[in-house]
């Protein structure tokens, strides 16, 4: 079988880097069962033999008070279910932060595995004088010890090297903290190990510490399922005892192994004096400054989206064309029929309709993946947390916030690292409200289509399309504020949690890990326009297709080819002007194909209108009139409720379906221009388009985030819960855009 | 309890620590996972702290210890006593 290395360290000390470096891009992402913590498995080829390395989640102690901890020690002691011990452990330490790090360490080692020791960011520990007696360390921790800049690969063969030597000829650390630990705990773990022995329940001195140590923690929950007697008493009895013999739990711990790690230390280890500016300190006392501070905060958010309109328009028109010219392709090899319009008005509008906002996805997971890796989100948390605080949460919860602009269940996921359970709730309720990179795409059609893009302010840097795209992004952000605050008072209630957040220094971004964050999240983007997407678009192509009879249609289609394919004949050569004769001609087949165009097109509005999309359309349209909306928005909007982005790729299957044939080269925001109601008004106005884009703001259409979220509150009623008031607000709030909107004459 | 006890006794407390100046930790107010959490990231007896900066907002506050940056709350960091000598 092969060998499996368990990867684990501080929260920053590079071990994405690391992992990567080691793995290269093999790594699968997943979930241990049951619970939410991202498990993450890449392969290391050896010399010899392939290698599994388990990235484990970046925790600062085995005290298992979250999951990730709990996670961490259940995989480091094989008590998770599916799988098994690992061989060994690499444990990666910032070399600029060793204390601390080596805190960590000092419970890890107890485990009894091979264990290797990386201290990682050489080159910054070099440039700022951190001197490490890397042999020493080593001789003092009975362990091997090596330096890599693994951002750089510097370093990384040795790594490999020694994981392969390491499972070669295992050897176990020696050098424990455990035992300068005081007798008296000495002593009383060994009782409690043989009383549950005694029960037939076979404990391993680790888990027997832990339960001693955390109160109410992990092990203890688990054992008093077991059938152990009263172990919660004889645990506080156990407690009482140690405190009257002047051990006090939990504190001793720390204390004993932190003078562990002085211990090892000691002489071996200088760092710069603690008033040495260093250049990120520099930088730092402008983005943490009073006034300076919030300015570059907001700065640099409204940049992030201005950015992501100018940056994208260039790959957005490429895409628009390569969907033009395959359409036309299809044209040419596909006979006018159900065939024909099931791939242009189906397939490809619907793929391409999503595909063309993949480019401001990937500028959008750059943006944050830089500010993620380059240390500024740990501060943008420092420098929002009072005003989270005055709303009821935390500035750990600025980090899920912010991550669900990209994507609401991956910032779900990362509410883990919020200890207190009721700053967690309400920030898992309020993250589907920002505004996801799934919003994006309908914010994008109405502000092209509907904002005038020539208005431009400041010099040109500052376009009105990127004041209103940035302003729709932060709509559920603002809303989110009151409703969070209600949350917290009425339904969460209860003290507030504690905000221990480390700023690491800054740093450049990694290439590798900015490359593989995108990627990531990029192909997850595309895998879902690819499959559920796809999958919505025939269903409402088909919809919008039948049940009516298409002959007279196909037959108009296949007249007004031939005279298109005539006319073509007897054109002249480029450039040259049309005989007298010839010129007549040209106008008759002009005037028969213009004909048959408009039989098309009255055949086309006929069609989708007696289609089975506007019998249900036509049914919830007086549902949605009020919002300013017309059947066919209303049918897409009902068709996006698996996911948001949905609504294009339908708005294009629909206007597709109903366009007229001199129309088919044109876009969907063309086709949504020339929209018109019955009685000729256009459908799209600023207030339409203000009014879907608020609904798609506030609105919970995404299956997977009640899923998460169902998965993450264990509960389905919460999931329910957060469907029913965020389609609420969505409603009222498109309701009153409309109505304000309309007022102030935006609706002609 | 044990909190407005101290404050009236007068102990100086991290929290007010004014930026630039350093302080040496005498210990950790309560045993809760809070202060556990405080002390696993290193706020030990003995140890010293440096006060680096407010937030914009003046709170929370940026300090240094044992060569790190650790961003806490006036109410986590009234629970650290600082040793009067200092």
Known sequence: MRKTVALLGNPNTGKSSLFNALCGMSARVGNYPGITVEKKVGVLQGANEQIDIVDLPGTYSLAARSADEAVTIDVLCGLQPGESKPDAVVVIADATNLERNLYLLSQVVEVGLPTLLVLNMWDRAVSENHEIKVEELAGRLGIPVLVTTASQKKGVVEVRQAIESLLATPVLPSNLARSTFPQSFLEAAAELQSDLAKQNVQVPLLEVDRMLIDKDGHFQKKFAKQNVGDLERTLRATRDKLAEQGCKIPLFETKFRYAWVRTVLDGINTRPAANTVSSSDKVDRWLTHRWVGMFAFLFLMFSVFQAITILAAWPMDWIETTQGALQGFVEQVVAPGAMRSLINDGIIAGIGAVLIFLPQIIILFFFIAVLEDCGYMARAAFVVDKLMTSIGLSGKSFLPLMSSFACAVPGIMATRTIENTRDRMVTILIAPLMSCSARLPVYVLMVTAFVPADVRYLGGWVTLQGIVLFAMNSVGALVAIPVAFLLRKFVFAGQQGSFLLELHSYKWPSLTVLYQRVWERASAFVTRAGTLIFCTAILVWAAGYFPASHEKLDAAQTQWEALTASQQKILPPDGEEPSEANQAAIDDYQAKIDAQAEIINAEKAELINNSYLAMVGKTIEPVVKPLGWDWKIGVATLASFPAREVIIATLGTIYSLGSGEDESSEGLMEKMRSERWPDGRPVYSIATALSVMVFFALCAQCVSTLMIIQREMNSWKWAAFSFVYMTTLAYIGAWVTYAVTNWLGWAA | ?86
Do not use: W
């Not at chain 2, 240094?64 to 009234?78: H, M, N, W």
């Open chain 2, 1 to 86: 309890m044990s909190n407005g006890d101290r404050v009236s006794k007068g102990l100086s407390r991290l929290s007010d620590l004014e930026p630039g100046k350093a302080a040496i930790i005498q210990e950790i107010d309560g045993d809760d996972s809070l202060a556990s959490r405080l002390m696993e990231m290193g706020l030990i007896d003995g140890e010293e702290i440096h006060c680096i900066g407010r937030a914009p907002m003046g709170d929370p506050t940026e300090y240094s210890i044992r060569g790190y940056r650790l961003s806490l709350r006036q109410a986590e960091a009234k629970r650290v006593i600082l040793s009067p000598s200092s």
